[in-house]
């Protein structure tokens, strides 16, 4: 029951603990800043801030701290502003669910640090608490969502965040004066933005989609709070009937230009300053459209295993995860949602990057950076119960997932845990091992289309304490490498500083250590001149990820 997910990561992995998570855009831009957030919603931050160890929002609550006012229930009339959970047993039934749990899960997102793939998926990560949030958030609960909601819901809350630098923009636009969107409570603005989305982007009928919003603001906020929305939502619509939004338009230098192409194409200023650089202008708004895109997952049966591509889609059709054959590849399957589904079924094995490794019956292998373990778990299975993989990981709660999910495969018996910062690792420990595989902490830059929030949580400091990182941990890693073994270094990014850069760097310092091709690995189509793996969206289709093959002498 092999299943092979053709790039590098699985929408889950995702956490890249050095991060420093902020909404605010770095310097070189001039950002449309998130509106204050006067109130608190405190049962949203508890729940889901830990995300990561970093805080979204900091400025924002101690400005809600410094400014709180005496509370009283009488004194605050609005709902979902109040840390309490209400206790109401009606459902209300005027409001649409979608929208409404759309609208919460937004916030959770934003205000939390909820992931959104993770937040996603039906059931899972929300939980069962997903109707318990919206009535803490709202003050009442909605019928439970069925399948074609809970569509919507992905599509809307992916969709809204990944637009949500144009969405801001035009919402911006169209309130009678700038503070007004700045000083706008998080909820009201989340229903916008859900508004706008929907009109849009969606483009679903204009006055079903005010009146179903205009309802939400009034049940969830107030009846002042509908009128809004009632009259900048029909603001919107007669615009884009008369297609004049105000939207910017592409002049000026580069930096000018690129602030522009940050809004039409809702990135970071940064983001689209470099790729700008590397790519061009043209591939870095080819680049934005394949992240704004619906990202689709890539499965690939395993024949090798006797695993035909009819297997995979009976086992697919079993689990009740919607998909389709390639049009274009006979072993592949394509889903667009679902993939928690098929990772706890262990459908999945991770593809190319384990392939570089090339792992062998009895060899040794570390893992450096291994949680939560989609090559870790394939690399064991191809061991064939001869040999060990030693999977090493700072993080212990994305470790024990990784227990968990090897038991529950069957293959923890070649498995040692170990729970360690690498760098320490490496040096109190003088082991030696045929293969290593480096799985490096990154950006993620190649992952944007599958991560809708990870551009907005990203900065461009960010970059350069990752780049630091990559560098310890290669000398880390490479300390474990035995004369004649193998040292694969990958990431899920597409920005050369992190891939192409770093090798060259370790090479550098690393003169027992040589390039070994890619050809006879991975397919050829994979292969860049220097021998490197390479998966690039706007060729592939696929998410970006890099992956060099070193063999020590
Ligand atoms: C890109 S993820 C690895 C994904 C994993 N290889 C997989 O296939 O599921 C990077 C991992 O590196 C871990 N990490 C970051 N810094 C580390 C360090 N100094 N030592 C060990 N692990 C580290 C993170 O906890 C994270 O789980």
Redesign the pocket.
């Known amino acids: 029951m092999d299943a092979v997910l053709s790039r590098v990561?699985p929408a889950f992995?995702i956490?890249?603990?050095?991060s420093n998570i902020s909404t605010c855009e770095n310097s070189l831009s001039q950002p449309i800043r998130p509106p204050l957030m006067a109130r608190t919603y405190m049962h949203l931050l508890r729940a889901t801030n830990s995300v990561g160890g970093d805080k979204i929002y900091p400025k924002h609550l101690k400005f809600a701290k410094r400014n709180r006012e005496p509370q009283s229930r009488n004194s605050h009339p609005r709902k979902g502003s109040l840390n309490l959970p209400r206790k109401t047993d009606a459902v209300n039934l005027e409001v649409s669910p979608h929208r409404a749990v759309s609208a919460v899960r937004l916030m959770r997102i934003e205000l939390g640090g909820a992931f959104a793939d993770l937040l996603n998926e039906k059931g899972k990560g929300s939980g069962n608490n997903e109707m318990g949030y919206v009535e803490r958030t709202l003050g009442f609960r909605t019928r439970d969502l069925d399948d074609r909601d809970l569509r919507l819901v992905t599509d809307i809350v992916g969709g809204t965040i990944r637009w949500r630098r144009y969405l801001d923009h035009l919402i911006m636009s169209l309130c009678h004066e700038e503070n007004m969107f700045r000083g706008m409570e998080p909820l009201l603005l989340q229903i916008l933005r859900i508004g706008f989305y929907e009109i849009v982007k969606l483009e679903m009928p204009p006055y079903a989609v005010v009146d179903e919003n205009v309802r939400l603001a009034k049940a969830a906020l107030r009846p002042g709070a509908g009128n809004l929305v009632n009259g900048i939502l029909r603001k919107l619509v007669l615009l884009k009937e008369k297609n004049s939004l105000p939207l910017p338009k592409l002049e000026g230098n580069d930096r000018a230009q690129a602030r522009v192409l940050a809004i039409l194409y809702s990135h970071p200023v940064w983001m689209v300053r470099r790729w700008t650089k590397y790519l061009g202008q043209e591939e870095a708004i080819r680049l934005m459209m394949w992240n704004n895109s619906n990202p689709s997952f890539s499965l690939r049966a395993n024949r090798r295993k006797g695993f035909t591509r009819d297997d995979l889609m009976m086992r697919l059709k079993t689990l009740k995860v919607p998909h389709e054959p390639s049009l274009h590849l006979d072993d592949f399957v394509r889903i667009g949602t679902g993939m928690q589904i098929v990772i706890q079924a262990g459908l999945l094995k991770?593809g190319l990057v384990v392939s570089l490794v090339d792992p062998h019956p009895g060899e040794t292998i570390i893992?450096?950076?291994?949680?939560?373990?989609?090559?870790?778990l394939f690399m064991a299975s191809l061991l064939s119960q001869k040999g060990m993989v030693s999977a090493?990981?700072?993080?212990n709660g994305?470790l024990r997932i990784l227990k968990e999910t090897a038991k529950l495969q069957g293959v923890d018996d070649v498995i040692t845990f170990i729970h360690?910062?690498?760098?320490i690792f490496s040096e109190k420990n003088p082991v030696k091992s045929d293969k290593v595989l480096l799985?490096?902490?990154?950006s993620g830059l190649g992952v944007l289309s599958k991560r809708p929030d990870l551009r907005w949580n990203k900065k461009l400091e960010d970059m350069e304490q990752l780049k630091n990182?990559q560098d310890d941990?290669l000398n880390a890693a490479a300390l474990l490498v035995k004369p004649g073994g193998v040292l694969v270094y990958s990431t899920?990014s597409i920005d050369p500083e992190e891939n192409e850069k770093r090798v060259a760097a370790f090479l550098l310092s690393h003169p027992d250590f040589r390039i070994e091709p890619a050809d006879g690995y991975v397919p050829p189509d994979f292969i860049t001149e220097s021998g490197f793996y390479f998966s690039n969206p706007l060729k592939h289709s696929l998410d970006g990820s890099f992956a060099a093959r070193l063999v020590r002498s």
Not at 392 to 395: F, L, P, S
Not at 439 to 442: I, L, M
């Open positions: 990561y992995s956490s890249i603990s050095y991770e893992d450096c950076c291994a949680a939560p373990g989609g090559k870790t090493i990981d700072v993080n994305r360690a910062d690498l760098r799985d490096a902490p990154c990182l941990l899920c």
